[in-house]
């Protein structure tokens, strides 16, 4: 009888139990999806013949001549990006509380019923100097993500990065080269240099942003109607994209 017991207890792992999927091998399936994507690409504009083709090898190439990125793939052959989505939807409950979310939920009113859709935010970058952001809007959430991870892919830009050399010496690239201003809507955001290990001294969606840039050390202040992320996060874009765009008045 006690016997019995004892064997009952020594078998707590049963057939139910599943093995989850390490990061590691996800990470390898999604490597192999982007690359079948990229094989089986069949390039529409002759930007993306080029690449294709590998005439073009680097996609400083095609960003430090302004040229348009028409199709996604061009960016995924030619730099390796992750990506993140920005907080946009409204907070769920009363009086402002609670959590926000990713999604933006709208209703479009029809004689059979409501029809709601999604939309998104979605910020990406390779942590080393290249990020975009783009807006995607769709029935499902999924379908919204796709959309605007894509379009984020199609606005990349180059992020000049330095160390910030008057109070480090690290000179590795892990802030921006100087006071930058940035304006969306109302809202205005400052991005000021700093030393190595000081952080991002940011609002929490524009880390995402800065993160996937690759700027590891930034203070920041900001002015206006922060509440809107959307303008917070294109007013910190458009502070970004002057890292190079002041360059090029030199
Ligand atoms: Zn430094």
Redesign the pocket.
């Given at each position: 009888m006690k016997k019995d017991m004892e064997k009952k207890q020594g078998a707590p792992f049963g057939k139910g139990r599943r093995v989850a999927a390490s990061p590691e091998s996800r990470a390898k399936r999604e490597e192999e999806a982007k690359a079948e994507i990229i094989a089986s690409w069949e390039p529409k504009t002759k930007l993306g013949q080029e690449v294709k083709k590998g005439k073009i090898k680097n996609i400083d190439e095609i960003l430090n001549d302004n040229k348009k990125i028409l199709e996604f793939e061009i960016v995924d052959s030619l730099i390796d990006t992750k990506s993140d989505l920005i907080s946009i939807g409204q907070s769920k409950g009363k009086f402002g509380g609670g959590k926000r979310r990713a999604w933006r939920q709208t209703q479009r009113k029809t004689k059979e019923g409501n029809v709601p859709s999604f939309s998104t935010l979605a910020v990406v970058g390779n942590r080393q100097g290249y990020v975009g952001i783009g807006a995607g809007k769709a029935k499902e959430t999924l379908p919204a993500r796709d959309k605007a991870i894509r379009k984020a892919k199609l606005n990349i830009f180059k992020v000049k990065r330095n160390?910030?050399?008057f109070d480090?010496?690290?000179?590795?690239p892990?802030?921006i080269p100087f006071k930058i201003i940035g304006k969306s809507g109302s809202v205005r955001v400052v991005l000021i240099p700093a030393?190595?290990g000081t952080g991002l001294v940011v609002a929490k969606e524009l880390k995402k942003v800065l993160e996937l840039a690759g700027v590891q050390d930034v203070y920041s202040k900001t002015f206006g109607k922060q509440r809107t992320t959307f303008n917070l996060v294109k007013a910190c874009i458009n502070a970004l994209k002057q890292t190079t765009q002041r360059e090029d008045m030199k």
């Open positions: 160390c910030s050399a480090c010496d690290c000179l590795k892990h802030t030393p190595q």
